[in-house]
Nanobody, 118 residues
Framework: QVQLVESGGGSVQAGGSLRLSCATS????????MGWFRQAPGKEREGVAV??????TTYYDDSVKGRFTISQDSANVYLQMNSLKPEDTAMYYC?????????????WGQGTQVTVSS
């Protein structure tokens, strides 16, 4: 059974940085992508970034390109977020990604809140 546990969220001012972590367990060789998505109140889920599981190929949503960096080690997935903007405020979820182009997810954690003030 896959378990994903996020941490590292918090409140920062615009221009600041946060690093989110996702402790993973139960992943199998069938997991091709790991990633992050976010959801703000009243808004649809938004894919942020993905990384090929066990690899280095990454993809980003245009809204975060150049500011966010996804990475992983053997048991964790990270999201380094720099130059944060108020519009980045959302609950951030770590996820197994079924299809990045279609923003489809197989499983996800409980989320960690990121709040950016102007």
């Amino acid at each position: 059974q896959v378990q994903l546990v996020e941490s590292g969220g918090g409140s920062v001012q615009a221009g600041g940085s946060l690093r989110l972590s996702c402790a993973t367990s139960g992943l199998t060789s069938s997991t091709y992508f790991m990633g992050w998505f976010r959801q703000a109140p009243g808004k649809e889920r938004e894919g942020v970034a993905v990384i090929v599981n066990g690899g280095s190929t990454t993809y980003y949503d245009d809204s975060v390109k150049g500011r966010f960096t996804i990475s992983q080690d053997s048991a964790n997935v990270y999201l380094q977020m720099n130059s944060l903007k108020p519009e980045d405020t959302a609950m951030y979820y770590c996820a197994e990604v079924l299809n990045w182009a279609r923003r489809q997810y197989k499983s996800w954690g409980q989320g960690t809140q990121v709040t950016v003030s102007s």
